[in-house]
T-cell receptor, first 116, second 109 residues
Framework: DVKVTQSSRYLVKRTGEKVFLECVQD?????MFWYRQDPGLGLRLIYF???????EKGDIPEGYSVSREKKERFSLILESASTNQTSMYLC???????????????FGSGTRLTVV | GQNIDQPTEMTATEGAIVQINCTYQ??????LFWYQQHAGEAPTFLSY??LDGLEEKGRFSSFLSRSKGYSYLLLKELQMKDSASYLC??????????WGAGTKLIIKP
């Protein structure tokens, strides 16, 4: 089974802090994604990466950056945390090559971040 | 624009059947996914439809009509553990998933 591991389940940070959220997958997948999930809004894509050192902006990249130095690791960075970034953050890895059948995502267990 | 609609909340009784609908308007279509998400946990994959028709997997079935932009997830013999949110997602023209806001399903004894 594909495993996607997020380093923390719960985090509390102060406004203005730089925050790192780590995600590691163990199945050699090229594609990785960062989402945030808020009640009533569903999953919103922040950034994604098709391969090492590649990154693309999603729908809501403002206030975030990412790093993909190794294939298995995709990090989300909040440059200066703000209270409106309090949310559940979910990392995902793509399970197969698009166009070749089921290409659904496998998610990590999520990080609930509170910015105070 | 791209849009996926599903009911916000549904209530059903243990042992009964419930159908959760999803309608979509997207610029491309590369399959429709259903995910289950228990409170405070990550979404987990339930089903994938790329052709019209019904896909059955145990107590869960998923239906797709591409011409109508419509899908449903059918849950039979409901159990208390089925209380969760159910997320509908469509693979768009670039194969990225476009997500609905989810349907919270409440099961009552």
């Amino acid at each position: 089974d594909v495993k996607v591991t997020q380093s923390s389940r719960y985090l509390v940070k102060r406004t203005g802090e730089k925050v790192f959220l780590e995600c590691v997958q163990d199945m050699d997948h090229e594609n990785m994604f960062w989402y945030r999930q808020d009640p009533g809004l569903g999953l919103r894509l922040i950034y994604f990466s098709y391969d090492v050192k590649m990154k693309e902006k999603g729908d809501i990249p403002e206030g975030y950056s990412v790093s993909r130095e190794k294939k298995e690791r995709f990090s989300l960075i909040l440059e200066s945390a703000s209270t409106n970034q309090t949310s559940m953050y979910l990392c995902a890895s793509r399970s197969s090559t698009p166009g070749q059948g089921n290409y659904g995502y496998t998610f990590g267990s999520g990080t609930r971040l509170t910015v105070v | 624009g791209q849009n996926i609609d599903q009911p916000t909340e549904m209530t059903a009784t243990e042992g009964a059947i419930v159908q959760i609908n999803c309608t979509y308007q997207t610029s491309g279509f590369n399959g429709l996914f259903w995910y289950q998400q228990h409170a405070g946990e990550a979404p987990t994959f339930l089903s994938y439809n790329v052709l019209d028709g019904l896909e059955e997997k145990g107590r869960f079935s998923s239906f797709l009509s591409r011409s109508k932009g419509y899908s449903y997830l059918l849950l039979k013999e409901l159990q208390m553990k089925d209380s969760a949110s159910y997320l509908c997602a469509v693979g768009g023209s670039n194969y990225q998933l476009i997500w609905g806001a989810g349907t919270k399903l409440i099961i009552k004894p």
